[in-house]
């Protein structure tokens, strides 16, 4: 996995909370940055490829790994 800036642990949490936590820690991130997001939601899955294609951030890595979902996320 990538090198990232901030990491947010959404595990336990359900559509919407991780991509509404994911989309209030980018705020304080600078443009470039690389936030990493683990999940447990399935949903998250198509979730965060809708969020990146919405806010115009880079969604550069989704996978599943031992029954969590990562992320990576680079600011616009």
Do not use: W, Y
Request: net charge negative; proline share 4%; charged share 30%.
């Amino acid at each position: 996995m990538a090198d990232f800036d901030q990491e947010l642990d959404a595990s336990g949490l359900n559509c919407p909370l991780p991509i509404l936590r994911a989309k209030k820690t980018l705020s304080s991130m600078e443009s470039g940055q690389v936030l990493h997001i683990i999940a447990t939601d399935p949903g998250s899955v198509k979730d965060f490829d809708a969020f990146a294609k919405q806010t115009g951030n880079e969604l550069m890595e989704s996978r599943e790994e031992d029954g969590k979902f990562l992320f990576l996320i680079k600011k616009s």
